[in-house]
């Protein structure tokens, strides 16, 4: 956006209006597209859509709209304009810069304030927080399934579909696998318990299908653990994913 801004000036400052007309156009287009890429930064739709989008709109920009200028100044007007400092648009992007991140918070900075809360406002946050698609597609994760010489441990990869009306889909896949497949639906709720060792407190998306030593606890970086059994472990990420090779 910085760049068509500039551009945009430009051409206002070369006294050609047509120019500066279309460079308006891509600035109006720039906006549209950074605001994509805030409003899905933390959600399932980032990286998928968005590092693309951007990719796509920089190069049609750059070959499009900016070449021409570039030309125009090193080969038509040869040095003849007034070069002025960069000093003032690059101190207001910086500001601008500093003010939107502000306004962000990142999974991280939720999940430790959560801890922070009156456990009645921290479980209607985790309950809120939880909503949305996570993925593990490590290769830490094995679970048994029947084969033709009888049962055998294989690895695996997860994806849940965790939905605000308290249900959720539970995807379990091998690698050699060509999609998640359908899933199990259940029935989720957020529980809410204290560590015997530490004290302290945790709170944990509890599928009503989940054998009852197993946990699912939302960690400090705003990820969630699945606790198989005491002494195995996996971390799923906010995120749809799609692993499987053609």
């Known amino acids: 956006m910085f760049g068509t801004m500039i551009h945009y000036a430009n051409w206002v400052s070369l006294g050609d209006k047509a120019k500066a007309k ?47 200028q570039i030309h125009h100044i090193n080969s038509d007007l040869k040095g003849r304009y007034l070069s002025r400092s960069w000093a003032k648009p690059l101190a207001a992007s910086i500001c601008f810069l500093l003010v939107l991140v502000s306004f962000v918070e990142s999974p991280m900075d939720f999940a430790s304030k959560l801890h922070d809360l009156p456990v009645e406002e921290a479980m209607n946050e ?35 579909v965790v939905n605000a009306d308290g249900t959720m889909q539970m995807f379990r896949a091998r690698p050699q696998h060509d999609n998640w497949g359908e899933g199990d639906k259940t029935t989720w709720t957020i529980k809410t318990g204290k560590y015997n060792n530490t ?25 969630l653990e699945y606790k198989i059994d005491a002494n195995h472990a996996v971390t799923l990420e906010r995120g749809d994913r799609f692993p499987f090779s053609k």
């Open 199 to 223: 004290g302290n407190r945790y709170y944990e998306l509890a599928p009503k299908s989940l054998e009852f030593y197993q946990h699912i606890v939302i960690t400090r970086d705003g990820r």
């Open 126 to 160: 985790a309950k809120s927080y939880v909503v949305g698609t996570w993925t593990y597609t490590a290769t830490d994760y094995q679970f048994f399934v029947n084969e033709p010489l009888g049962l055998a441990k294989v690895n695996g990869w997860l994806k849940w």
């Open 22 to 68: 279309t460079a308006m156009g891509w600035l109006d287009a720039a906006i549209i597209v950074s605001s994509l890429t805030w409003w899905n930064i933390f959600s399932e739709s980032f990286p998928a859509m968005t590092i693309p989008l951007n990719l796509l709109f920089l190069g049609a920009w750059y070959f499009i709209g900016a070449r021409p």
